[in-house]
């Protein structure tokens, strides 16, 4: 029941719609940062629910679904690899999650985010957990959201890139990914901007063979 602890202290004060904001995909190489916005009813906890990196795919998936049919409300935000180069990866973050906010039908009295305090200040009440993931249950039930949708994706992408391996990677820099990218070059999906190093010493092994 520690999940609701954030919770909980809002509802004490009469405030019932509460909105609770994550992301996915921040570190990855290729693909989109996703963000989740999901307004639960008051008191109400999904058993299983917790971090959704905590969580196997079938139970992600799972827990999705009820989560969706118990909402008062959810919106997800997307902010492709092309505008991650362009304003960076923490503005992209933050534009995900406020496109996600600004898409609820149902607006929050008060929102919980993952994470610290940084630019980007919602003007609606609210406050930033570190690793709010495994601490309040809206966040948890956010993040799991977030990554379904994101997975679901970048399993698509993977019948277009084979190559990559994103149906297992999901875009993240694995060895095997890495090694992908050393020996095919990039696709659209990368993010040319998390590439550098990789890149640059692969061309530089290129010239001197």
Not at 14 to 20: C, N, P, T
């Amino acid at each position: 029941m520690h999940l609701l602890e954030y919770e909980r202290e809002l509802y004490s004060v009469g405030i019932s719609k509460i909105a609770g904001i994550d992301e996915v995909g921040r570190g990855s190489l290729a693909g989109p940062v996703v963000a989740c916005a999901v307004i639960l009813p008051a008191n109400v906890q999904i058993t299983g629910v917790n971090d959704s990196k905590a969580l196997s795919a079938k139970k992600r998936d799972l827990l999705a679904s009820e989560i969706k049919l118990a909402a008062i409300d959810y919106s997800v935000g997307w902010v492709d690899e092309s505008l991650i180069d362009k304003i960076n990866i923490l503005q992209a973050t933050y534009k995900a999650m406020h496109i996600a906010l600004t898409n609820l039908k149902n607006p929050p009295q008060y929102i919980l985010i993952d994470g610290l305090q940084g630019t980007w200040r919602p003007n609606i009440p609210h406050k930033f957990i570190k690793k709010g993931d495994k601490l309040s249950h809206s966040i948890a039930a956010a993040s799991i959201i977030a990554k379904t949708a994101r997975d679901s994706y970048m399993q698509k992408c993977h019948e277009k890139y084979p190559q990559y391996g994103f149906d297992k990677n999901k875009g993240y820099g694995t060895k095997k990914h890495v090694d992908a990218i050393k020996k095919y070059g990039i696709c659209p999906l990368h993010r040319q901007t998390f590439l550098t190093k990789i890149l640059e010493n692969n061309e530089n092994k290129s010239e001197r063979t």
